[in-house]
């Protein structure tokens, strides 16, 4: 089966989603808490939630740019822009963000399903999400060609990248019991940012 990404984008889009995945906020205050006040696996099943709730995000952006791409022809760069725009915005937002010391608080114990829950919920929660993916996915794959098995690379992608760095803060937290910084926090905020600039720009002046 053929993809329309490259080598070169695939890899491309699993660094940036490695860094804004990186981003410390309320998922990884979730994670982190989790993992903290009632162990790693409890952390593993709210990163699980956070997953699936991306997956759901990404799917919706995907074949709904698809739809657009079909049915608004030349009107479909319009979109190209905003999106380029809205992403350039969160970037200077994040690099110019004040950093805080992220705190967890003590929380009662609860069952698994509770931890995906929060995971889930909180991803679902976040409605600027689709608008994001909206904006971010161009950059790296034709959405007017995309195939069930580019979705399924994206799924995977987004699997092991920000799947990865959850784990990761779940892990520091109930190995260490160490919060992050205000100093590497405004470092994170920073390359986050920069990287989002980056795809905006790439993505308002790509042909």
Not at 151 to 163: C, D, M, P, Q
Request: some cysteine.
């Amino acid at each position: 089966m053929q993809s329309s990404m490259t080598f070169s984008s695939i890899v491309a889009l699993f660094s940036a989603m490695v860094v804004l995945a990186c981003i410390p906020s309320v998922s990884v205050l979730a994670v982190s808490t989790r993992s903290a006040t009632s162990g790693f696996i409890h952390g593993v099943f709210t990163t699980i939630g956070i997953v699936v709730g991306d997956i759901i995000f990404i799917i919706i952006a995907i074949w709904g740019l698809s739809l657009l791409a079909e049915t608004m022809g030349s009107l479909f760069v319009l979109i190209k822009y905003l999106g380029g725009a809205y992403l350039i915005l969160l970037g200077i937002r994040l690099c110019t963000s004040k950093s805080k010391n992220v705190e967890t608080q003590e929380v009662v114990k609860s069952s698994l399903i509770s931890s995906f829950l929060t995971g889930l919920l909180i991803t679902l929660g976040d409605q600027k999400a689709t608008l994001f993916y909206l904006g971010f996915f161009p950059a790296f794959v034709d959405i007017s060609k995309i195939s069930y098995f580019d979705t399924g690379i994206i799924i995977t992608i987004t699997t092991v990248a920000v799947g990865g760095v959850k784990l990761g803060y779940a892990f520091m937290a109930d190995r260490a019991r160490l919060l992050i910084s205000s100093k590497i926090t405004k470092g994170i905020n920073i390359a986050a940012g920069c990287v989002m600039i980056a795809v905006g720009v790439f993505l308002v002046t790509k042909a």
